[in-house]
């Protein structure tokens, strides 16, 4: 490739991200002023080096967002809009706390068993709607939405009925102190653990971006979401796809809350984290639905979310501006990725009009 062309291209691809960030940075900067809070205070702290444990806590959140936007971001690419990834890991999190719980294997093994179930159970869970989809041609959407409070109201009611009093609240049964994994201390002891199921999201990740860039099952998704027609003309059985599409979107939404519950959670009840399935959808986009991509968005949510903690004390402002400048930025991305995309288009149909309108007089020359 010719260097000036490789120079277009990188442009290309850094000026949309510069573009959002101005954005975000401009209308986070108006709501602060709306609000009455002064502006230089807000990105003095939000652009404060995180201290030991913020960085600590950056990891751990970084893993389970980055594994939402990755189940998110599997179902995109087959132009499938998994919106159930809330009720999925919900589920499968509650299930494997209580497979962990009962201890029926001994030491390490139980978490590998706890692991698998959990991709077995949020698979199930999301392949519900791929199949009610190529069966009856129920919307993904629809069925997912309606699939999430029923893996709600499920696990609350299992957990009231079945689960131990906790406080004012309940919870499964313990895992057992052999199962449980001490993570990585990089700090001092106080600044906590990086959880060891952390790498669980690596290896989703590289897994993944092999499957989908390296593989014919990845090229037939690829295919499908980009010209369905196209893909069925191949030859490609769409409905298949969309059912293994839907199961693999979902085992991956098993692994999110995989790295807490065995990182010092130990137990479903009141450390349970919730709405992560919606920011991982939030960060898929971001990230472009790429690995990559979406591990920088899911680094940047986590960064901004531990960073809005002090904004109260420090800056006497509302932690939930935080939550607008995100918003912001991931329609800040998907609006100037857009607009660079047609704006480079225009200017390769500018670029190939001129060579051709120049071509006949070369050849008159060469003559």
Do not use: C
């Not at 967002?65 to 132009?79: E, Q, S, T, V």
């Not at 313990?174 to 993570?183: F, H, N, R, T």
Request: proline share 4%; hydrophobic share 55%.
């Amino acid at each position: 490739m010719k260097p000036a062309v490789l120079a277009r291209k990188v442009g290309q691809a850094l000026l949309a991200p510069l573009i959002a960030v101005v954005v975000a940075v401009l209308v986070t900067s108006v709501v602060v002023v709306v609000a009455g809070a002064s502006v230089s205070e807000f990105w003095d702290v939000m652009t404060q080096p995180p201290s030991s444990r913020n960085m600590v806590n950056i990891v751990n959140q970084s893993s389970m967002i980055f594994l939402a936007a990755l189940a998110a971001a599997i179902g995109f690419r087959m132009n499938l809009f998994n919106i159930g990834i809330e009720g999925q890991y919900t589920l499968a999190s509650f299930t494997a706390a209580v497979v962990a719980g009962m201890a029926w294997f001994p030491g390490k093994l139980n978490i590998l068993v706890a692991v698998v179930v959990a991709m077995v159970v949020g698979a199930l869970w999301a392949g519900i709607a791929g199949v009610l989809k190529v069966t009856r041609g129920v919307s993904e959407v629809i069925s997912t939405i309606m699939l999430n409070a029923i893996a709600g109201t499920l696990v609350g009611y299992l957990l009231s009925n079945h689960g131990q009093q906790y406080g004012q609240g309940r919870r499964t049964t313990p895992i057992p102190e052999s199962s449980q994994l001490a993570g990585w201390t990089p700090f001092a002891e106080k600044d906590g653990a990086i959880w060891t199921l952390v790498l669980l999201a690596v290896l989703a990740g590289v897994g993944i971006s092999f499957l989908i860039n390296r593989t014919r099952f990845g090229f037939d998704l690829r295919a499908t979401g980009m010209n369905e027609p196209a893909a069925v003309a191949s030859g490609v059985n769409v409905k298949r796809m969309v059912v293994i599409s839907m199961l693999l979107s979902g085992a991956i939404a098993g692994l999110i809350w995989m790295p807490a519950l065995f990182g010092g959670a130990d137990y479903y009840g009141p450390p349970f984290q919730r709405t992560l399935g919606f920011t991982g959808i939030a960060v898929a986009l971001l990230g472009r639905n790429r690995p990559l991509g979406i591990f920088f968005g899911a680094v940047l949510f986590a960064w901004l979310n531990e960073q809005a903690n002090p904004l109260a004390l420090v800056a006497d402002i509302s932690p939930s501006v935080v939550q607008i400048t995100q918003g912001v930025v991931v329609l800040a991305v998907v609006i100037a990725y857009e607009v660079v995309r047609r704006w480079a288009a225009a200017a390769e149909q500018r670029a190939l009009r001129k060579a051709l309108d120049e071509q006949p007089t070369a050849e008159g020359v060469a003559a």
